[in-house]
């Protein structure tokens, strides 16, 4: 129509006009989250002795370090103001990353550690004491990350001399090589197998007798 007049629309620079044009609002190249990502429980490789405590499922982060049983403790904050009242509230163990000695290993090893693991290393006399210790107490302190780390520490050769000197003051025989174990183990499983299909003699049939 002749009297209306049109409205003049304002071009946008080139840069961000193509910049509007590539917004796609239904598809996105990246999924987004707000949720933390579940910690995956802590396993030993095939070739070392299963843990006989097993991981921790409460407090994962612990199978990754040396936290000496520590665990995240929870209590109440008591205000002191006027209004006196009681607040939820949670400690963590002082947790840090610390550089120990092995000699063992002869070597650096950079770990985490809680600070109770660590004061009980040093009263202990070193990583490779406390480590090496076979009290229960100390074994289920230590987690899943100190038995991987102490047999670790049990294949070097210096432990292993020390082994056999112990071995040789109380009169014990040497272990089996892992060539004679298995050689051991196959003939053991062979001679059982003989044994189960070996025919015994006729069996007589039993009669359940009845007292009158």
Sequence with gaps: MAGLQTR????????????????????????????TAAQKTKTLPDYIPPY????????????????GGAMIQFGNK??????????????????????LWSDAL????????????????????GLD???????????REMGIFGWQLRWQLMQTP?????????RKRLGLPEPLSFEEFVK???????????????IKGETQPIYNEKLY
Excluded: C, H
Aim: proline share 5%; glycine share 6%.
């Design 78 to 99: 008591i205000s002191q103001g006027r209004n006196e009242g009681k607040t939820r509230r949670m400690w963590k163990p002082n947790v840090r990353r610390k550089k």
């Design 52 to 67: 006989p405590y097993g991981p921790n499922y409460v407090y994962k982060q612990s199978n990754t370090g040396l936290y």
């Design 129 to 139: 004491n406390y480590l090496l210790d076979d009290r229960p107490g100390r074994v």
């Design 184 to 198: 051991q183990k196959e003939a053991e499983a062979q001679a059982k197998g003989e044994d189960k299909t070996n």
């Design 158 to 166: 210096k432990i292993q001399e020390q082994f056999r000197e112990e």
């Design 8 to 35: 003049p629309t304002m071009s946008l620079p080139f840069s961000l006009s193509a910049a509007f044009r590539n917004i796609s609002l239904t598809s996105s190249t990246r999924s987004f989250s707000t949720t």
């Design 106 to 125: 002869e070597d650096f090893v950079f770990i985490k550690i809680t600070r109770k693991a660590l004061r009980t290393i040093r009263k202990s006399g």
